[in-house]
């Protein structure tokens, strides 16, 4: 034990070196390293010795955490990317679920947390109201990114052609005019920070819908309330400010500081 707890320092520290090699290659300009950083232009960037970031690049390069180029110039590998991508992912359900689970007992509607996968809408949370009439649990599921308003919260900052492209191509029997129909809605959503989905996936639900963006202010899920049309539509105005606020407070766990453009004549 209290060899462990003399090895502790060093090895925070040795973390700590090996972040900074990794920040100063994410860090690089692309403009000024156009192909890559050199072992010296991360020594002097850093203050190092050479020898050292030579040494520490090596070790980087070996566990795929940087790669290498032809001029023997270093960047960030795609490898570390894909990791980054799955810690994120893991952070953001761990995150929603206890803010989704408020949400709902502040609501009294079923909550969900989704994610656009290959263009359609996945579910990968979900918060019951437990009341006797409610939406349907949807984790695992997939739909039609027009056919929800978390569709729409994902779609938010895409441009307008990607969006009619996006719908017509999605489901056969769309047509231009539903196209076009939709991204009205999204055009509208954009302006108030949040979205609704009124009877457009079930003839008897209404779903309100937002974007929740990461810490570069890239829409990576949307958060939804969904249920039986006679309960929401009455209250669409009050449900979205507590969608909104959790909204908030999960972009802000995420580390993003970005605010939603919002309307409050719509709340």
Same mark, same amino acid.
């Given at each position: ?27 690089? %300009?692309?403009?000024?390293?156009? %192909? ?232």
């Amino acid at each position: 034990m209290a060899s462990e707890q003399k090895q502790t320092p060093a090895a925070r520290s040795g973390a700590s070196r090996v972040m900074a090699v990794l920040d100063a290659l994410a860090s690089a %300009d692309p403009v000024v390293f156009p %192909d890559g950083m050199s072992v010296s232009d991360v020594a002097r960037t850093l203050g190092r010795e050479k020898s050292v970031v030579s040494r520490q690049l090596k070790s980087l390069l070996e566990t795929g955490m940087v790669a290498r180029r032809p001029s023997m110039r270093y960047e960030l590998s795609w490898r570390l990317f894909a990791l980054a991508v799955r810690a994120g992912d893991q952070r953001l359900t761990t995150l929603a679920s206890p803010l989704l689970l408020r949400l709902t007992e502040t609501v009294r509607e079923r909550t969900y947390l989704s994610v656009l996968s290959d263009g359609e809408v996945l579910t990968v949370l979900s918060e019951g109201s437990r009341r006797s009439v409610e939406a349907v649990n949807w984790v695992g599921r997939t739909i039609p990114a027009h056919r929800s308003s978390s569709g729409m919260a994902l779609l938010m900052d895409y441009e307008d052609e990607h969006i009619l492209e996006l719908v017509r191509r999605g489901d056969q029997r769309g047509s231009d005019r539903e196209a076009q129909v939709f991204l009205a809605q999204v055009q509208e959503a954009r302006r108030r920070g949040y979205t609704v989905a009124n009877r457009i996936f079930d003839p008897e639900l209404v779903g309100i819908g937002a974007p929740v963006r990461d810490f570069t202010g890239r829409i990576t899920a949307a958060v939804n309330i969904s249920g039986p049309a006679f309960r929401v539509e009455p209250h669409i105005r009050t449900l979205a400010g507590h969608l909104l606020s959790t909204m908030r407070v999960l972009q802000s766990a995420l580390g993003s500081d970005v605010r939603p453009c919002t309307d409050p004549s719509d709340l």
